[in-house]
């Protein structure tokens, strides 16, 4: 298998973009969950487990992407910026607000950030 190979050091590679308060992003990669679960035990007389029932948990999901600045002078997004995204690529994007910000520099990687974020509205 090839390496990708981009002569033009400027042009982001990744996903689609992400625009948080009016910024682009590339995205390089997304990991959150579209719904949450719980389970639930019950056990028999002998306090060992008899059964189970998956149902919906109601725990805020969270997740992490990681994002492309197309400049080094592009500024980070605010915590507590709501934005949208498709993020599992339904068709209808969904609110998202960002939780926390995190830099992590390498000298292999583009100019890449990570958020966590937190789902306000799904849209399926």
């Known amino acids: 298998m090839a390496l990708p ?11 689609e973009t992400a625009t948080i308060n009016s910024v682009a ?10 719904i949450v679960s719980r ?3 019950r ?4 306090g060992d487990r008899a059964d189970f029932l998956i ?4 725990d ?3 997740g992490s992407m990681t994002l492309q600045r197309a400049l080094t002078t592009t500024v980070l997004p ?3 910026t709501v934005f949208t995204y498709d993020f599992d690529r339904s068709g209808t994007a969904s609110s998202i607000v960002v ?11 583009f100019d890449t950030f990570d958020i966590g974020v937190t789902l306000v509205t799904y849209q399926a």
């Open 78 to 80: 605010d915590v507590g």
């Open 60 to 62: 805020q999901i969270t």
């Open 99 to 109: 939780s926390d910000v995190k830099v992590s520099r390498s000298g292999e990687d």
């Open 43 to 46: 056990t028999d007389a002998n």
């Open 55 to 58: 149902r919906d948990g109601s």
């Open 39 to 41: 389970t639930i035990s």
């Open 5 to 15: 190979y981009n002569s033009i050091a400027s042009q982001p590679q990744g996903l």
């Open 25 to 34: 992003y590339v995205v390089d990669s997304v990991d959150m969950s579209t």
